[in-house]
């Protein structure tokens, strides 16, 4: 698809299923196979619910933005403001948690576009720092922020049930 008339804007409670299945969908394309089904089921179940997401709208250290266009949903970026990874020390920190593009838009500019609009706010908000996990293995996905400008600054651990897998730090200074 072609990224003509994309944009990027804060979402709202009533975008929360538009969310929900962009980041349902976005997970289970990239990571369905790395764990068992039940287990990547439940993730998927608790962490992109819009229920959840409309949960986690209301906390004042989150915002979800919303990648569109012509009233289809393309990909999600959900910040936490003032977040910061345990013993990692940086400068006005806001943390991308998570930044999913549904697998049509794929390589079609809402990565791209949603991490711009990312920079934007956390400029605007006057945080220094932007910075992420992503799974080491996900080399497309380093590959992705690596282009952007961000670089691996550490090591953190992601759990997905039992299992530990290995993230990179990625910061950018802003």
């Not at 959840?52 to 949903?73: F, K, N, P, Q």
């Not at 497309?140 to 691996?152: I, L, N, P, Q, S």
């Amino acid at each position: 698809m072609s990224d003509a008339g994309l944009g990027v804007r804060k979402a709202t409670a009533a975008d929360a299923d538009a969310l929900a299945a962009i980041g349902g969908e976005s997970f289970l394309a990239a990571y369905g196979g790395i764990a068992d089904s039940a287990t990547i089921s439940e993730h998927v179940a608790e962490a992109f619910s819009p229920r959840t997401i409309r949960r986690e709208m209301r906390r004042e250290d989150c915002e979800y933005l919303l990648a569109a266009t012509g009233g289809v949903a393309a990909g999600l970026a959900k910040l936490r403001w003032d977040s910061l990874p345990d013993d990692k020390p940086m400068p006005d920190p806001v943390e991308v948690q998570q930044l999913y593009v549904h697998s049509d838009w794929q390589r079609a500019g809402a990565g791209r576009a949603l991490l711009d609009a990312v920079v934007l706010r956390a400029r605007q908000r006057g945080y220094k720092t932007l910075w992420l996990q992503v799974w080491s293995q996900a080399d497309w996905a380093v590959a992705f922020y690596e282009a952007y400008g961000m670089r691996r600054s550490g090591e953190l651990s992601f759990y997905l049930g039992a299992r530990r897998y290995d993230d990179w730090l990625m910061s950018l200074s802003l």
